[in-house]
């Protein structure tokens, strides 16, 4: 994934923020927090996940199958757009 390199800073800063989630649900767990604070924490790390898949299958249909806004192919363009706009409405 070459194309990564260029974000790797801002994704690697997305994974230890994430790390730094995981950790808060360990904390709570072992300061026998109340289940629904754990439910709280274990969302957010959920959320927190599922914005850095979003990134990553976004730009990986912007580099491997089709980026819309270098596409020549209208239908082509349309498709991927919405292909994208579904993942971020899925996993959102």
């Given amino acids: 994934m070459s194309h990564t390199v260029k974000e790797k800073t801002k994704l690697l800063a997305r994974v230890r923020r994430i790390k730094g989630q995981v950790e808060a649900v360990e904390r709570a767990l072992e300061s026998e927090l109340c289940c629904a604070d754990v439910l709280m924490l274990v969302a957010s790390v959920r959320g927190a996940v599922n914005g850095l898949t ?13 980026d819309p806004a270098h596409e020549p192919d209208p239908e082509r363009a349309k498709g991927a757009a919405e292909l994208i706009d579904v993942v971020r409405t899925y996993l959102k």
């Fill in 54 to 66: 979003v990134e990553l299958l976004e730009d990986h249909i912007r580099n491997h199958v089709v």
